[in-house]
Nanobody, 113 residues
Framework: VQLVESGGGLVQAGGSLRLSCAAS????????MGWYRQAPGKQRELVAT???????NYADSVKGRFTISRDNAKNTVYLQMNSLKPEDTAVYYC????????WGQGTQVTVSS
């Protein structure tokens, strides 16, 4: 399984970004996927997850601002991020939730104040 994230960048506070994660592997439609992030000097933390049935879970810090979704026909999971805050600055990682687990290379999101 290979995961390739895209869509990161620099945005002002209050702005929006949409992250994408394209996955290889024929079992994507039946696998849970997640977005995690890691800020400098901090541990990697859960942002959102989505099961193959479409059940969704968000970290409290992003509820009401971020939306996770998936397109099984494109083997892609998305993270729409609205009302971004400087504390959202981090490297965002896509995760294929196994076992075994697989991680993407990460995409940098920087929110300026």
């Amino acid at each position: 399984v290979q995961l390739v994230e895209s869509g990161g960048g620099l945005v002002q506070a209050g702005g929006s970004l949409r992250l994408s994660c394209a996955a290889s592997g024929s079992m994507f439609s039946f696998n849970a996927m997640g977005w995690y992030r890691q800020a400098p000097g901090k541990q990697r933390e859960l942002v959102a997850t989505i099961t193959w049935q479409g059940w969704i879970n968000y970290a409290d810090s992003v509820k009401g601002r971020f939306t996770i979704s998936r397109d099984n026909a494109k083997n892609t999971v998305y993270l729409q991020m609205n009302s971004l805050k400087p504390e959202d600055t981090a490297v965002y990682y896509c995760k294929w939730m196994g076992p075994p687990d697989y991680w993407g290379q990460g995409t940098q999101v920087t929110v300026s104040s």
